[in-house]
């Protein structure tokens, strides 16, 4: 059986128009614009099989989204083929587009001035779903997903992780086969984050649909993939199993340390030491995972220790160390 | 058959939201009998000092009111609120998931915004051309009331076809988030009857942005003015530019997608 | 001082350049509807000769007048303020130390109004060409004294719609509101057709009223048709009014701004 997604040598190249700020740049750029190009995607290839759970991690602006956004069908590729379930998705084929979603974190597909309900009738209509298919459908969303009093009221009314879970249900109602998942957990909470990833994790088991998601979190990758995909300035830098990803670039944590005196110690004996901006009452340093045992109770012996966190290193500083040395 | 479940679908949604803003609705009724009342006075404020304005009637007049209203319609009803919902998607990215419904683009973007009480419009514009038509103490002839609404109809194709060019555009300029403004400026232009205008404004009105051919053009041929060869000229017109707007369409969202790039 | 205007100036001008493309198009929206009656009037005219004694030059040189008045005198803040006051984003701007509506919008207002004007002239020169009024009942006189008059009208008018888009704060239907102060204008200022050759009770109102000092007023100024007696009650109006709206504007916006830090938005 031919793979489910089976993606040659695809590429983008955008044209962006370069704006400088100030008066007379704005009166120049008005009658001549100048245009650099920018390659967000370059020959990526990869295969995937039906009912697979694949991960798309790479560093803001790495060409994850121009990627997903091909294989929706929204972009075309400046070069490369794109097969989908045996179409081609820039053709944009209704029956393609019935067996595909696309949800995107920061996008809003419901209306924000109605019930959800009332969007979800909606897209019954524009995808044709007869009604014995869509009331099973929603049923089983609404076991797993508790939409049912979410439904009343107007969007707007919702908190972000509720309109979250109305967003993908929405997108799910006629039961694509390939879910194309951009940040779906992006802005919620831990158990937010949680309750998504189990209702992904379970509609994968129950409707064998193939599913590609990109993800700033971490935790969102480890726990529902077993294959991931890694690009960096919009080559594919990586493609296999998260376990051999996790020895290859993840063998370090961070350690995090808050001292009860003054900074006045060098911690740099201990372990390579990070930048932090966002805490800056903390100093840190990054040591292997296997000496983290060692150095933490040598910390905690020879200096005044107020707090100390270990944690892993941000996803987009692992892989911009791992492949960009 | 899908396509009308479609439609009743989306008139279902609008009538919805509508309902969450009644007392916008009420409102919005009262400022549209407002206008109306300011429509009347301004007819009534010419012809306390003419008796026919471009060769026109007071009654002639009331009834190419009654037409403008029903252009107007459309306009309020359908392209305005569209248009906003488009220009919205277009910045906030959420044309993207318009783009991969499995259903004609152009009509989405057409028929997912209604205003739905703006339908009552209809009512007065009809009532505006029966008076006005009755005033005019015009004999008119069915074959006549017939070619008056197939040109109105023909006219306001003209125009959607025109509509659907213009927010096309927006895919290749990004920021002409003011795409319709031209043409509900014109549109005011159709309150009177062309034949009043200089003739650089005529020929902008008749054959640039054609709003004439659906105001004065219609209710000319109410008058019984105009002649078979006009009548389908103006049929064929309307075919062909629906034709050459849904290409136009289509080319936009080629470009949206960097197909033409 | 000088400094905070400057600077706005400098932002709010670069702001709107960026816009220049949908100022070109508002232009064209809000020139139609006098394009529209000088057509309408100037047709009448020439059937008839004159109509309530305006001939057929003077609704043209009227109207051309009209597009300049109208343009320095309008203002937009309606849709450049209410908005904030409803999603909240006034917030950031109540906490400077400047007037919201007094400096920053006003300056957004007048550097709108130069690229407007920027672009109108051309347009003004075509249609001088296209209608070739006779400007001869023109003194230089009448166009000195209509400036402070336009400004004064400008001062007025931008007072009176900050106060109704300050309604925002109280209700979400200020939009409403405003098309029907638009209504008033459109129906006392002389906008539609010269005062005189409205019914007489409207202009019996229109007298007492500030509308007409956005346009009937500026317009005859100009074209010199005024009496030096109606020239100095015009002055008068236009002050009475000016203080008048500067009470009312700072009544609303200061019971408005209690309200919206007491609700918290």
């Known amino acids: 059986m031919s793979p ?28 001549k614009r100048k245009y650099k190009e920018v390659k967000a995607v370059q020959q990526v290839d990869f295969k995937i099989e039906q009912g697979e759970i694949v991960g798309f991690l790479g560093p803001n602006g790495a060409g994850k989204t121009t990627t997903l956004k091909m294989l929706s069908g929204l972009l075309h590729p400046t070069d490369g083929k794109a097969d989908v379930l045996g179409f081609t998705p820039w053709d944009l084929k209704p029956e393609y587009l019935r067996a595909i979603t696309l949800v995107m974190g920061q996008r809003n597909r419901l209306s924000w001035d109605i019930p959800a309900a009332d969007s979800f009738l909606l897209n019954q209509a524009i995808y044709r779903i007869p009604d014995d298919e869509y009331k099973a459908t929603y049923k089983e969303l ?60 379970e509609y994968n088991k129950r409707t064998g649909a193939t599913i590609l998601l990109t993800s700033h979190y971490m935790a969102d990758v480890t726990a529902l993939c077993e294959r991931i995909i890694i690009i960096h300035h919009g080559q594919l830098k990586y493609d296999g199993g998260i376990n051999l990803l996790s020895k290859k670039i993840a063998p370090f944590k961070l350690i995090g340390v808050m001292l009860a005196e003054s900074n006045s110690h060098d911690l740099s004996k201990y372990g390579e030491l990070v930048q932090n901006e966002e805490d800056w009452d903390k100093q840190y340093i990054q040591v292997k995972a296997e000496d983290v045992t060692r150095i933490t109770s040598r910390l905690l012996a020879d200096l005044p220790i107020h707090d100390i966190t270990i944690a892993d290193p941000p996803i987009e500083d692992v892989i911009e160390q791992a492949f960009n040395s | 058959m899908q396509t009308l479940k479609l439609l009743s679908a989306f008139f279902k949604m609008n009538v919805q ?67 906003e919902k488009f220009n919205q998607s277009i910045r906030d990215g959420s044309m993207d998931y318009t783009i991969l419904q ?60 025109l509509w659907i060019v213009l927010i096309a555009l927006t895919f290749w300029f ?58 389908l000229t103006f049929i064929l017109v309307s075919i062909v530019s629906f034709f050459l707007a849904s290409r136009i369409w289509k080319a936009g969202l080629k470009q949206y997608s960097g197909a033409s790039s | 001082m000088f400094l905070i205007f400057k600077r706005l100036w400098q932002v709010n001008w670069a ?57 320095i005198t309008s203002n937009i803040v309606i849709h450049t303020f209410a908005y904030k006051i409803q999603d909240g984003s006034l917030s950031g701007e109540l906490i400077k130390p400047i007037h919201p509506l007094l400096t920053n919008g006003l300056v957004n207002n007048i550097a709108f109004k130069m690229l407007t004007i920027i672009g109108l002239i051309p347009i003004w020169i075509i249609l001088f060409f296209l209608f070739k009024p006779d400007f001869s009942g023109v003194s230089l006189s009448g166009v000195l004294l209509s400036i402070p008059a336009m400004i004064l009208g400008f001062f007025i008018g931008y007072l009176l719609s900050a106060a109704i888009t300050s309604l ?27 005062l005189p050759l409205m019914p007489k009770v409207i202009q019996d109102i229109a007298q007492f009223l500030p509308f007409q000092l956005f346009m009937y007023y500026p317009i005859q100024l100009i074209l010199g048709k005024l009496s030096a007696e109606q020239i100095i009650q015009g002055y008068i109006m236009a002050g009475v009014w000016l203080v008048v709206s500067i009470l009312f504007f700072n009544w609303v916006w200061r019971n408005g701004v209690k309200r919206y830090s007491a609700v918290g938005a």
């Open chain 2, 102 to 161: 499995p259903v004609n683009s152009m009509f989405l973007v057409t028929f997912s915004r209604i205003t739905v009480w703006r339908f009552w419009d209809l009512i007065l514009a009809v009532i505006l051309i029966v008076v006005g038509i009755n005033m005019a103490d015009q004999v008119t002839s069915a074959p006549q009331v017939l070619t008056f609404i197939l040109l109105a109809i023909t006219g306001m194709i003209i125009i959607y076809s």
């Open chain 2, 17 to 83: 939201m509508s309902l969450a803003y009644r007392a916008d609705t009420v409102v919005n009724i009262l400022l549209n009998i407002m206008w109306l009342g300011w429509e009347l006075l301004s007819l009534n404020i010419i012809f306390s000092n003419t008796e026919t304005l471009g060769g026109w009637g007071l009654g002639e007049l009331i009834a190419l009111l009654g037409v403008f209203r029903l252009v107007n319609t459309l306009m309020i009803a359908l392209i305005w609120p569209n248009t």
């Open chain 1, 142 to 201: 609404d076991e797993l997903l508790e939409l049912e009093p979410l439904m009343k009221k107007p969007v707007r009314n919702l908190s972000l992780g509720e309109r979250m879970k109305c967003e993908i249900a929405a997108g799910l109602l006629h039961r694509p086969k390939v879910l194309f998942l951009d940040e779906p957990t992006i802005g919620l909470d831990i158990t937010g984050q949680a309750r998504i990833r189990e209702f992904l994790r």
């Open chain 3, 168 to 194: 925002a704060f109280w209700t979400t239907r200020v939009y409403s509101i405003h098309e029907f102060y638009f209504a008033i204008i459109l129906l006392f200022s002389g906008q539609f057709v010269p």
């Open chain 3, 15 to 71: 702001e709107q350049w960026q816009y220049r493309a949908n100022l070109l198009m508002y232009l064209l929206y809000w020139l139609v509807s006098p394009i529209i009656y000088l057509a309408v009037w100037t047709s009448i005219a020439n059937v008839k000769g004159s109509v309530n004694g305006f001939t057929a030059n003077d609704f043209v040189t009227y109207y051309m007048v009209l597009l300049i008045c109208d343009q």
């Open chain 2, 174 to 231: 990004v920021k002409f988030d003011n795409n319709v403004t031209i043409l509900q400026a014109l549109l005011d232009a159709g309150r009177y009857p062309a034949t009043v205008y200089p003739v650089w404004l005529r020929i902008i009105v008749t054959f640039i942005i054609p709003i004439a051919v659906a105001t004065t053009v219609p209710l000319q041929a109410l008058r019984g003015e105009l002649e078979a060869p006009q009548i």
């Open chain 1, 4 to 31: 489910t997604i089976h993606v040659q040598q695809l590429s983008k190249t955008y044209k962006v128009p370069e704006r400088e700020g100030g008066f007379s740049a704005a009166v120049r750029g008005f009658f």
